[in-house]
C-alpha cells in the first residue's frame, strides 16, 4: 500500500508565502508524476501544478509565476512553493501521486488527505 500525506498548509495574509509539501512512502516501483490540486467547497478539485518523472512541469494559469512546483527523488517529496498568495488561492490543498507499485503494474493514483489554506485580505 502507498501512502501520501501533506504538511505545510496554514492561515497567512494576502502577499504571503506559504510551502507545502508532500511524502510518499510505501510499495513503489516508480512514479510517473506528482502534483497538486486543489478544491473549495461547491467546486471540483482542480489542478494546480503537476510534474513528471522527467522533471516537466505544468502549472494553472491562475497561479503561474506565483507557485512553484519541485521534487526531491531521494526523499519521494514533492514541495509547492506558493508567494504573492491571494484570498482566491483558499482551499483545500491535495497532493497527488500517480505511481507503478510494480514492474507489471499499472499505474495508480493516490491522494492525501488534505490541508487548508487560507488566504485572508
Given at each position: 500500500q502507498v501512502q501520501v500525506v501533506e504538511l505545510g498548509g496554514g492561515?497567512?495574509?494576502?502577499?504571503?508565502?506559504?510551502?507545502?509539501?508532500?511524502?510518499?512512502?510505501?510499495?513503489?516501483?516508480?512514479?510517473?508524476?506528482?502534483?497538486?490540486?486543489?478544491?473549495?467547497?461547491?467546486?471540483?478539485?482542480?489542478?494546480?501544478?503537476?510534474?513528471?518523472s522527467g522533471g516537466s512541469t505544468n502549472y494553472a494559469d491562475s497561479v503561474k509565476g506565483r507557485f512553484t512546483i519541485s521534487k526531491d527523488n531521494a526523499k519521494n517529496t514533492v514541495y509547492l512553493q506558493m508567494n504573492s498568495l491571494k484570498p482566491e488561492d483558499t482551499a483545500v490543498y491535495y497532493c497527488n501521486a500517480a505511481i507503478r507499485e510494480t514492474l507489471y503494474s499499472g499505474i495508480v493514483n493516490f491522494w492525501g488527505q488534505g490541508t487548508q489554506v487560507t488566504v485572508s485580505s
Amino acid at each position: 500500500q502507498v501512502q501520501v500525506v501533506e504538511l505545510g498548509g496554514g492561515l497567512v495574509q494576502a502577499g504571503g508565502s506559504l510551502r507545502l509539501s508532500c511524502a510518499a512512502s510505501g510499495s513503489i516501483f516508480t512514479f510517473n508524476a506528482m502534483g497538486w490540486y486543489r478544491q473549495t467547497p461547491g467546486k471540483q478539485r482542480e489542478p494546480v501544478a503537476t510534474i513528471t518523472s522527467g522533471g516537466s512541469t505544468n502549472y494553472a494559469d491562475s497561479v503561474k509565476g506565483r507557485f512553484t512546483i519541485s521534487k526531491d527523488n531521494a526523499k519521494n517529496t514533492v514541495y509547492l512553493q506558493m508567494n504573492s498568495l491571494k484570498p482566491e488561492d483558499t482551499a483545500v490543498y491535495y497532493c497527488n501521486a500517480a505511481i507503478r507499485e510494480t514492474l507489471y503494474s499499472g499505474i495508480v493514483n493516490f491522494w492525501g488527505q488534505g490541508t487548508q489554506v487560507t488566504v485572508s485580505s
